[in-house]
């Protein structure tokens, strides 16, 4: 007969090998999805935002160069919403292949730093201007290894 085990004993026994792993995996699909359902909604409130802001700017009396300034409001605000879908991307590419696309993840930041570029007002001096052009060549460089390394080494998934 065998000892009966207490409760501490069969949580410890998660710890252990196989199903560590397991469990481990298990978390990890939920946390992925709970992300997944988050982004969801932010993409919702995203599209929302971005009709408000269509029909806001969009609505005014127009003057000379109005739409200058509304058009660079409502580019910050449509990359909003493209930024949001490639995190969403990232996400279920995960939970597909259970590993980070790191191609995925360089172009979701360049998309990021771009439109940090088209609504930037700061002064054309400094500092920040300075810290996105050296994170566009960063990225931009990471981007073209991967993609020459992903050309001699195809994806065996596809």
């Known amino acids: 007969m065998r000892p009966k085990k ?9 710890f252990e090998g196989k199903k560590f792993v397991r469990v481990s995996k298990l978390l990890e699909d939920l946390v992925a999805k709970l992300l997944a359902i988050a982004m969801f909604f932010v993409i919702a409130v995203a599209v929302f935002d971005l009709f408000f802001v269509l029909t806001q700017e969009l609505g005014h ?5 109005f739409l200058e ?3 660079i409001e409502i580019f910050g605000v449509f990359l ?3 930024i949001a879908l490639e995190i969403l991307e990232n996400i279920t590419s995960y939970l597909r ?9 360089i172009v979701t930041s360049l998309t990021a730093v771009a439109r ?11 500092i920040d201007l300075n810290g996105l052009a050296f994170a566009i ?5 990471s981007y073209w290894i ?3 390394t992903n050309r001699c080494d195809p994806d065996p998934l596809e």
């Open 61 to 65: 009396e127009p003057s000379f160069g």
């Open 6 to 14: 207490n409760s501490i004993g069969t949580v410890l026994d998660l």
């Open 137 to 141: 060549l960063a990225l931009s460089i």
């Open 97 to 105: 292949n259970h590993a980070v696309q790191l191609e995925l993840v």
């Open 116 to 126: 940090k570029i088209i609504v930037f007002k700061g002064s054309t001096e400094g």
């Open 69 to 71: 300034e509304s058009l």
């Open 80 to 82: 909003n919403v493209l």
């Open 146 to 148: 991967i993609k020459r």
